[in-house]
C-alpha cells in the first residue's frame, strides 16, 4: 500500500506537434529590441530577433538573423541564421549561410549551408529519441 | 535560402511530347501539370521583416523570466517574471504573474502584481491583482481591480531598459 511510490507524471520535452488553428495565431516574434532571461515554452512557432538567454521548448524555433540564443532547444524545427550557443535537440534542423553555432546538435536530419560557422558535435538520433526526451542530458565540457 | 531548393522545373519537361492513348488508365497516368514550384519562389521572409517591430508572445507561448525591450511588447499568452518594455500591452486572454514597467500599459487579460507607467489602460476585460502606480489612468466599465492605484511622483518615469551591446 505505501510502499508504492507515486510515479511523477512524464512530461515530454518535445512538444506534440501542431494539429489545428493558424499557424500565424500560435507564431510569436521576439523583435530585435528584446532581452529575455528565462525559459520560453511554445506549442508554436517563435521567431526571436533578439537575445534570449535560458531554454526553449517550442514546435519550431527560428533564429532570425541578429538574432542570439544561450541556451539549449528542444523542437520539431529549428532553423538557425543567427547565432547560438548551447544545445539543439530536433528532428530538423537547417543551418543557414549566416548561421554560427557553437556546441552540440542532436539532429535527425540536418542540413547546412555554405558559409555556416559551426563549432559543434553533430550527434544523429533516431525520431524516437526527441519524442521521449524528458529530461535533457548532462552538458559536457 | 535558394540553395537548399531543387530545381524541379525540368522533371516534366518531356511529358506533353509523349503520345497519348484514349485509354482512361493512361489518362490517369498522365504527370499532372507542373505547378510554379513553391520552392523556386522566395518564401516570405516574415523573420527579418519582423525583426523591427513590436514583439508578440503568443498564445501559445509561455515565459518564465525576466524581458527587457526597448520597443512595444504584445503578451497574448502567458509571463511569469518582470516585464520592462515602451508600450506594453497584455491582450485578452493573457496572463501576467510579476511586475510590469513602461511608458504606456494596456491591460485586457490578467496582471498578478504591479503596473508601474506614466499612462495605464484597464479595458473592460482587464483583471488587475495589485498595485497600479501611474501619472494618467484611464479605467474602463467592467474592469476588475484589486489593490492600491496611486499616482506615481517622478520617481516612477520610465527607465529604458538597457540595450545590451
Known amino acids: ?141 | 535560402m535558394s540553395m537548399f531548393n531543387r530545381n524541379d522545373k525540368e522533371t516534366d519537361v518531356s511529358a506533353p511530347d509523349k503520345p497519348r492513348d484514349v485509354t482512361s488508365a493512361s489518362v490517369a497516368a498522365m504527370p499532372k501539370p507542373v505547378q510554379p514550384v513553391a520552392a523556386s519562389a522566395p518564401a516570405p521572409d516574415l523573420s527579418s521583416a519582423k525583426s523591427a517591430g513590436p514583439s508578440v508572445i503568443s498564445k501559445a507561448l509561455k515565459i518564465t523570466g525576466q524581458l527587457e525591450s526597448t520597443e512595444d511588447i504584445r503578451i497574448d499568452g502567458e509571463v511569469e517574471g518582470d516585464i520592462h518594455g515602451v508600450s506594453v500591452t497584455v491582450g485578452h486572454g493573457a496572463k501576467v504573474k510579476g511586475s510590469v514597467y513602461g511608458q504606456t500599459v494596456e491591460l485586457a487579460g490578467t496582471i498578478e502584481g504591479k503596473i508601474e507607467a506614466k499612462k495605464v489602460i484597464l479595458t473592460s476585460t482587464a483583471h488587475m491583482s495589485g498595485d497600479v502606480i501611474h501619472q494618467d489612468i484611464r479605467i474602463e466599465s467592467g474592469a476588475y481591480i484589486d489593490g492600491h492605484c496611486r499616482p506615481g511622483t517622478n520617481k516612477t518615469d520610465y527607465k529604458p531598459a538597457v540595450k545590451p551591446n
Not at chain 1, 532571461?37 to 531554454?55: A, P, R, Y
Not at chain 1, 524528458?134 to 552538458?139: D, F, I, K, N
Request: proline share 7%; hydrophobic share 35%.
Open chain 1, 1 to 141: 500500500m505505501g510502499t508504492v511510490m507515486p510515479i511523477a507524471p512524464s512530461r515530454r520535452l518535445l512538444r506534440p506537434p501542431r494539429t489545428e488553428g493558424s499557424p500565424g495565431a500560435l507564431s510569436s516574434h521576439l523583435s530585435k529590441a528584446i532581452t529575455i532571461k528565462g525559459d520560453l515554452e511554445s506549442d508554436g512557432e517563435l521567431h526571436i530577433n533578439g537575445i534570449v538567454h535560458g531554454q526553449i521548448c517550442a514546435d519550431r524555433l527560428v533564429i532570425g538573423p541578429g538574432g542570439y540564443l544561450e541556451g539549449d532547444v528542444i523542437a520539431r524545427d529549428v532553423h538557425i541564421e543567427g547565432r547560438m550557443e548551447g544545445r539543439i535537440f530536433a528532428l530538423n534542423v537547417t543551418l543557414d549561410s549566416s548561421a554560427e553555432v557553437n556546441g552540440r546538435i542532436f539532429h535527425n536530419t540536418i542540413t547546412v549551408a555554405k558559409g555556416a560557422r559551426i563549432d559543434a558535435r553533430m550527434p544523429w538520433r533516431p525520431p524516437s529519441y526527441f519524442e521521449t526526451l524528458e529530461t535533457l542530458p548532462e552538458a559536457r565540457q
